[in-house]
């Protein structure tokens, strides 16, 4: 991709177009360094009892949902379909939930994407 061979890993950690996504993450999540319109969020949502978290998964890279109480320790979001499997090509969404458990409601999310 073009736009990427003009970023030198110095600014890997930067946000040019200040969509809250650094340029690596961009890269990661194949969303446009420059526009601000474009950007990747997963959403997390409490609803009928379930916690659920949902997100694009571009092709060619690995997702992990991971919980931690103290934004120190994280671990894996113990769910059967956790990490969820992304397609080698084309995009597809995640889509992974699981009922509202003592301590849910404290916790934090986060979502790993790695090559
Ligand atoms: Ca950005
Ligand atoms: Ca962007």
Redesign the pocket.
């Known amino acids: 991709m073009i736009l990427f061979d003009q970023i030198d890993d110095a600014q890997a950690s930067e946000d040019p177009?200040h969509?809250g996504?650094v340029n690596y993450l961009?890269f990661l999540t194949f969303?446009?360094?420059?526009?601000?319109s474009?950007?990747w969020q997963p959403q997390v949502l409490h609803s009928n009892g379930d916690v659920q978290v949902a997100f694009p998964m571009p092709p060619s890279r690995r997702y992990e949902i991971q919980v931690s109480n103290d934004l120190e320790n994280w671990q894996t979001w113990e769910v059967p379909v956790n990490p969820p499997v992304a397609d080698d090509l084309e995009e597809i969404q995640a889509d992974t939930q699981r009922p509202v458990r003592q301590g849910d409601m404290d916790a934090f999310l986060r979502v790993c994407v790695t090559k």
């Not at 969303?31 to 601000?36: I, L, Q, R, S």
Request: aromatic content about 16%; proline content about 17%.
């Open positions: 177009d969509d996504n961009e969303t446009n360094p420059f526009d601000p474009d950007f």
